[in-house]
């Protein structure tokens, strides 16, 4: 039974980071400079889920194994004024479209939300097999 749990809680710890990063790609749709003031439009992450747990050194569960970045084309917008337009004056904006950002989100939002379901049940059952054993 506790291996479920296991199972379950770690699914939960991948989810929350897959909706961080969520959040930052949404936070960032407009960035177009680094920390330093520099041109360098913010790139899309993707987190990468992997089977097994490293934190309990079980191969049973899932995890973020890692955060790549997307190397899809940047959106290119014509605004000849921007002090980072190109010479034919196009601006090239981070590769993230919000419509998936939000159908990404809503997916890792569910996976959690049946993750929490499972460990309830898993709860319910333990409680059951307990008090068959008092």
């Known amino acids: 039974m ?4 296991d199972v379950s809680t770690s699914a939960l710890v991948a989810n929350r980071t897959r909706l ?3 959040a930052a790609n949404m936070a960032n749709q407009f960035s177009v400079e ?3 003031g520099e041109y360098a ?12 747990d490293p934190a309990r ?13 997307d190397q899809a084309a940047f959106r290119k917008k014509y605004e000849p004024g ?7 004056g196009y601006v090239e904006y ?3 479209d919000p419509a998936i950002e939000q159908v990404n989100a809503l997916e890792a939002s569910r996976a959690y939300e049946a993750n929490i379901t499972a460990v ?8 059951a097999a307990m008090r068959l054993i008092a």
């Open 2 to 5: 506790f291996g479920a749990l």
């Open 20 to 22: 961080n990063v969520i």
């Open 34 to 36: 680094n920390a330093d």
């Open 41 to 52: 439009p913010y790139r899309r992450r993707v987190p990468i889920f992997a089977s097994g």
């Open 57 to 69: 050194g079980s191969s049973a569960g899932v995890h973020v194994a890692e955060i790549e970045l």
């Open 82 to 88: 921007h002090k980072f337009a190109d010479a034919d």
């Open 94 to 96: 981070p590769n993230i």
């Open 120 to 127: 309830e049940a898993t709860k319910s059952m333990l409680n």
